[in-house]
């Protein structure tokens, strides 16, 4: 497993997004940032464009910080030069507040000597503290300059920095703790005959039947006429997403002429082979994406045909389905919410659970929280504001709501990554990444791995589907294999990860206690145990997950 030998300091996968009355202290003492709470006024601090720094101090607390203030450009801000070492990676965390107004977006910008890298950003709000938690990969060493940038013209209050760096090495330990941790289990099997005595010497097997983390890839219709992309895809994926044969325009490509065959051959195909499919999508907020005639309708005539698909296709696929991208990339868009008003996406949602009252998770996908922090539609903070307010008229709280992170990587930020996932998974729901694919070009393979590996490791990360459906012309993005379904060397990434995080068959002999112990990943195990005082063999399903116990008996 990656990154075993190295010592370092523990990652702090601690984040917020709240907004709180103080900010909290700085990560790492502030790592490499001199004076990081300004306890020492502006120490180790400038102004940046030519702007005007102050200090401040809370009334109520005394907790000082600085503050950008008269400020007539984005670039005018608090400063502080570093700097970086070659090929390194560096968390940032810092606290922002805007004196008064409304809230304002906040991004965080390292200068070097040939370029602006964002490596963050957040919404800051008036009266409360916001926390930014970002990131960079340093690719050469040299000087930089920290600083932070606002189109608004507001003062920032800036407080509690931190810029800490990690080498490759020890960022790949973090994961590899944290995959002990949050994806394997040491568990103590016991054999005992049938009056419950040990049974010393007993031959124990372990054999994994299913590994509970869901890694899948998206599917295309092609499937269902191409025997060895059947063979393919399934002997390897447990989960999929049909790439676009459950989306409106394919299912209703006349107004009322609907049309759900291949879908229903596909999930039949899904269901034969034990592949869970989550439907993709119900609305899809990008005015482009609408179905043609859906484009120029009336109001009246949107509303009838709106209520018409949301009824028609989860009602057809009700309990048969894992999640449903309720209301695609709608940070981004807002077809919908023109036509019938800022709420038309929580009436989606609310219509869906309905609908479909099950244990179907119903997603709210988009992209760039994790892929490019210089996107302030899709920071973290934005994704959680819409979240909230979707789940403030949505059936029972907010149950069954869940995170999509689509994962449109070109070069990945790996820091930003874990640091994003970091501040979503204090919302406390299930986060996956629904769309994964990684730009083309020498590096696409070795940036796939890195992807992967962070995802995997993450402890709030719950499954990932990879954007990869073949076609013959050519795949979307990213390829897993040729046309003849022959792995490239991205489909040899999925296969090694794939055995890496499944577990080998174990066998061994039981100890004078009738124990055999085994570290495992999470999943299903039959479990075989042979011994001298028994007629036959016998065997045990056994399911390792992470809030169950360690123990188990295995009795004849």
Known sequence: ?????????????????????????????????????????????????????????????????AAAVNRTRPYHSVSQKVYLQNDTHYTLSAWFQVSDGSAAAVRAVVKTSDDFVHVGGVVAKPGCWSMLKGGLTSGKAGRAELYFESNATVDIWVDSVSLKPFSKEEWAAHRTESTRATRRK??????TDSAG???????????????????????????????????????????????????????????????????DAMLALAKQHGIGVRGH????????????????????????????????????YAGQLIAWDVVNENLHFSFFERQFGWDASTAFYAAARLLDAGSSLMFMNDFNTLEQPGDMAAVPGRYVDRLKQIIASYPEN????????????????????????????TVGIPVWLTEVDVAGGPMQAQHLEEVLREAYAHPAVQGVILWSAWHAQGCYVMCLTDNNFKNLPQGDVVDRLLAEWRTAAQTGTTDAQGYFQAEVAHGEYKVTVSHPSLNTSLSQSVTVELGSGNHFFIQA
């Open 1 to 65: 497993m990656e990154g075993f030998m190295a010592k370092s300091l523990p990652y702090d996968y601690s984040a917020s997004v709240e907004c709180l009355a103080e900010p909290l202290e700085p990560h790492y003492g502030g790592g490499v940032i001199v004076n990081p709470d300004f306890n020492s006024g502006l120490q180790g601090w400038s102004s940046f464009g030519y702007g005007r720094v102050a200090e401040g101090a809370s009334v109520a607390t005394g907790n000082r910080y």
């Open 186 to 191: 040491t568990v103590k099997l016991q054999a």
């Open 197 to 263: 005595n040990p049974l010393q010497g007993a031959e124990v097997s372990v054999e994994n039947v299913r590994t509970s983390f869901p890694l899948g890839a998206a599917m295309s219709g092609e499937i269902l006429h191409n025997a060895a992309y059947q063979q393919w895809f399934t002997s390897r994926f447990t989960v999929t997403t049909f790439e676009n044969e459950m989306k409106w325009y394919s299912t209703e490509p006349a107004p009322g002429r609907e049309d759900y065959t291949v879908a």
């Open 281 to 316: 999508n119900v609305f899809w907020d990008d005015p482009k994406q609408q179905p043609r005639w859906v484009q120029s309708l009336p109001y009246t005539e949107l509303l009838a045909a709106a209520s018409r698909r949301i009824r028609s296709f989860v009602s057809r």
């Open 398 to 425: 907010g149950a069954g709501m869940a995170i999509g992170l689509e994962g449109h990587f070109t070069t990945p930020n790996i820091p930003y990554m874990r640091a994003a996932l970091d501040s979503m998974s």
